[in-house]
């Protein structure tokens, strides 16, 4: 019997490579960076599955390129580097890994909320570069995460993780999405809002909507602007959902009062962009669900999808599932 070929674009944590090395005749890229475009379509014309990262374009030109695939699996929850439509229309199912990663990364969202509000950046700047005097009654004063509001732009799965931890700090919760939630509003005490007047009303601002043309720069110089100057912005959804021209200028004129990122656009972020160098900007590496057994977690969950959709299964978290429609 012949095992249908698979290339992996990149080492996943855990023994998933050997697991799929088992069940299938599965190519991992050596290198430990993503895998170039040229080496990604030379690769994918022999493969029947591809397990991929986020890092990883998937368009019609890759599709193009890979007459026999069957499936995709990528180790993320976000697929917005994967042409959905393409794949669809390619009958190809596109496996995600949803759940596994929400908690993991709801703690990074409170802890950039945490850092970003509470001015750490610049306490440890001080105390690194030797500015660290005797302590000061105005010293490095921050805002308060306790007893203020937070609005939550997005309530998926995160967002509602994020809204357990900010009732346990007695937080003001509103919400806004694209449709609104009684179940959440019963559940978490969350209460909607338009965007417009979310971001009026709101102490904190937490970004975790998926990227797609609707909320491509979404936060732009009009939103920042209807911030309170107190406010703190953090985004760990992805870097394009917010303006970043428009950032640096809010960030570097006070309009807004510090921002947490884990994403950013550009992504890596160069150290000589103007955003790295803002005193109240806290910026970490996109590092959300980046925890040993979380990132196992994915990794399995990748797996557990790629092997589905060989098997001649359905996927068990496919973020097309339109596909499985005759
Ligand atoms: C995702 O899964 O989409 C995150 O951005 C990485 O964990």
Known sequence: MTLPRVLITRRPPGSVVEALGSETEAWMWPGNRAMPRSELLAQVCEADGLYCMLTDGIDSELLDAAPRLTAVSQ???????????????????????????????ADTVFGLLIAAARRFREGMEDVVEGRWGEWDPLGLVGWDLHDSTLGIV???RIGRAVARRASGFRMRMLYTKRTRDPAAERELGVEFRSFEALLAESDHVIVLTSLNSGTHR?????????????????????????????????????????????VTDPEPMPPEHPLV??????????????????????????????????????????????????
Do not use: W
């Open 218 to 262: 979404l936060i732009d110089g009009d939103a920042l602007a209807r911030m309170k100057p107190t406010a703190t912005l953090v985004n760990a959804s992805r870097g394009q959902v917010l303006d970043t021209d428009a950032l640096v200028q809010a960030l570097a004129e006070r309009r807004i009062a510090a921002a947490g990122l884990d």
């Open 75 to 105: 180790m993320a929850v976000g697929v917005d580097n994967v042409d959905l439509e393409a794949c669809t229309a390619r009958r190809i199912p596109v496996g995600h890994t949803p759940d596994v990663l929400t908690e993991t990364t």
């Open 154 to 156: 997005g309530l998926g």
């Open 277 to 326: 160098s803002l005193p109240n900007c806290f910026i970490v590496p996109h590092i959300g669900s980046a925890t040993v057994r979380t990132r196992t977690l994915m990794a399995e969950r990748a797996a557990e999808n790629l092997l589905a959709a060989l098997g001649g299964e359905r996927m068990p978290y496919c973020a097309n599932p339109e596909v499985y429609r005759s």
